[in-house]
């Protein structure tokens, strides 16, 4: 192996070797779960007038969901999708640095751009199947649910109950929570 890859190699031993500690120390709580949504996180503005500065004015009644979709290809083309050995969380500033992220970070900044665009309803959705979890953003706009994964560049729209179904297509998903910075929900 030469220089980098080898280097690379040897980060993936010592993580691997300290998993069990990292991912103790990376546990989140239902309060701090709440608390990675951060709608009026700066670089979140930033990121909310560089899509609204598109329309004139931004008015969320009637651009929300072109806004959407704009914060939706951001996170998907721009943030590469980097799934991590070990459960281990990136700010929203690490992420927007490196333009890394895993699963449930992506779905994160999404929900975090899709409540300061003024939608409420954003809510990231874990599907927890033991130790594998896939992450998502469920939003409902104009009496329709969209469901958004900028990690695998899925989108669907229909009742809650619909595109749940279809995403999954008869899969097992296992326990299903939903949280934003206000709400948590277990179903």
């Known amino acids: 192996m030469a220089g980098e890859e080898c280097k690379a190699a040897l980060y993936k031993k010592i993580i691997e070797r300290y998993k069990q500690v990292i991912e103790e120390g990376e546990a989140k709580s239902v309060p701090e779960l709440k608390e990675r949504v951060q709608p009026k996180?700066?670089?979140?503005?930033?990121?909310?007038?560089?899509?609204?500065?598109?329309?004139h004015?931004?008015?969320?009644?009637?651009?929300?969901?072109?806004?959407?979709?704009?914060?939706?290809?951001?996170?998907?083309?721009?943030?590469?999708n980097e799934p991590l050995p070990v459960e281990f969380w990136l700010s929203l500033?690490?992420?927007l640095e490196l333009?890394?992220?895993?699963?449930m970070d992506k779905a994160t900044l999404l929900c975090s751009l899709l409540v300061a665009l003024e939608n409420n309803s954003a809510r990231v959705i874990v599907a927890s199947e033991g130790a594998d979890k896939h992450a998502f953003v469920l939003?409902?706009?104009?009496?329709?649910?969209?469901?958004?994964d900028p990690f695998h560049g899925?989108?669907?729209?229909?009742?809650?109950?619909?595109v749940i179904e279809k995403?999954?297509?008869?899969?097992?998903?296992?326990?299903?929570?939903?949280?934003?910075?206000e709400t948590y929900e277990e179903w």
Request: aromatic residues 14%; charged residues 30%; glycine residues 4%.
């Open 41 to 55: 996180n700066p670089v979140i503005q930033k990121l909310r007038e560089q899509i609204v500065s598109e329309f």
């Open 57 to 80: 004015p931004y008015i969320s009644e009637r651009d929300f969901e072109a806004a959407a979709l704009k914060a939706f290809e951001l996170v998907r083309d721009e943030i590469s």
């Open 93 to 95: 500033e690490e992420i």
């Open 99 to 103: 333009k890394a992220a895993d699963e």
């Open 139 to 148: 939003y409902e706009f104009n009496g329709f649910h969209h469901l958004l």
């Open 154 to 162: 899925v989108t669907l729209s229909g009742s809650k109950q619909e």
């Open 167 to 181: 995403f999954f297509e008869g899969k097992q998903h296992g326990k299903l929570y939903e949280f934003n910075h």
